[in-house]
């Protein structure tokens, strides 16, 4: 018996799951145009922007979509959910737009059309964020399932938010774009090193300086990892006892945020002093080690069952009657 209920289908955010639908025909549309396409855009084919949005886009989606059938009052969630799929979806057809055009769509200000249309871009993200915002809210405030299970969705939505909120960081002006007058960029992925550089396979995250869609990425993505290991834990309390009593998985859920939440934090310390992922320096590896050691030893704790009830005294067995020799002495 399964310990958390079946979502209904008919219960899912239709909105948002029809945009998930659409993101997943962009996302073939956009493997066909990086095999055809042999055009370059800041150092990548020029497919792998919307290729990469898309497909995050489906999981995002749907992870909303599961979480407002959650709530017991739909109404508001309904609209806060549906704010996020227009706006998403209006970020998804200007950045296909460009593609299109052949010019990149972030940070682009070479011309007044393609300012405007990063300025647009810049009100769905906000608009979108304020609608995650909602939705977290109402999280919140809602009861839903085990405690464990609640406390996934309502952490994994904050920490997905700030994992959001680092795409702020990068429309600001790098100090090369300053030193010249109408920088026909402004804004970067990158810290320490220019767009476009050397970067890792199928990510195209920077590998030779700081790169913040690795934290934005990691965060974001929390809205789908954490409720995943709910469960995985809900999955495999039949064959561990343990796992079946809910204020384990709960600690379990905890460390598990603590930990993911603590993690993302150093990842954005991290691409913020221009490292690369894989060129971390002694004070990004201390934190890593320390996040380790703290998570493993509170996993070792979250397994602790209940301490156990004193058992009641067993009632004793009633006294044989005195002899009369012993009465008499």
Not at 2 to 31: D, I, K, Y
Not at 188 to 213: E, F, K, N, Q
């Amino acid at each position: 018996m399964s310990l958390l209920p079946a979502t209904p289908l008919t219960r899912l955010h239709r909105p948002l799951v029809w945009f998930a639908v659409s993101m997943g025909a962009l996302a073939l549309v956009s493997a066909v145009g990086m095999a055809v396409d042999d055009r370059i855009l800041v150092g990548v084919p020029i497919w792998t922007k919307p290729f990469k949005f898309s497909v995050s886009f489906v999981a995002y989606a749907l992870s909303l979509a599961w979480m407002l059938s959650l709530l017991p009052r739909r109404r508001v969630g309904w609209w806060a959910g549906t704010v996020v799929a227009v706006a998403s979806a209006g970020e998804m057809v200007l950045i296909t737009l460009q593609v299109i055009r052949g010019t990149q769509s972030h940070f682009n200000q070479a011309t007044p059309f393609d300012a405007a249309v990063f300025q647009v871009m810049g009100g769905t993200v906000v608009v979108l964020w304020l609608g995650a915002l909602a939705i977290a809210v109402l999280l919140l405030r809602a009861r839903i399932l085990d405690r464990a299970m609640a406390w996934a969705v309502r952490l994994s939505s904050l920490i997905a938010l700030a994992g959001a909120a680092v795409g702020f960081l990068m429309v600001r002006p790098t100090p090369e774009q300053l030193a010249v007058d109408n920088s026909p960029i402004v804004g970067a992925h990158s810290v320490g090193v220019p767009d476009g550089g050397p970067s890792m396979p199928l990510t195209g995250w920077a590998d030779t300086g700081g790169d913040l869609r690795v934290a934005h990425f990691f965060g974001m993505h929390a809205l789908q990892l954490l409720p995943l290991l709910l469960l995985v834990l809900a999955a495999l309390a039949p064959r561990f006892a343990r796992l079946a009593d809910e204020r384990v998985r709960l600690r379990f859920t905890l460390t598990a945020s603590a930990a993911y939440a603590a993690t993302f934090v150093l990842l954005t310390w991290q691409a913020l002093r221009g490292q690369a992922l894989f060129a971390p320096d002694g004070a990004t590896l201390a934190g890593a080690g320390a996040i380790v050691l703290l998570g493993g030893a509170a996993t070792a704790l979250s397994l602790r069952g209940p301490s156990p009830s004193p058992s009641p005294p067993s009632p004793s067995a009633p006294s044989a009657p005195a002899r009369p020799e012993e009465v008499a002495s």
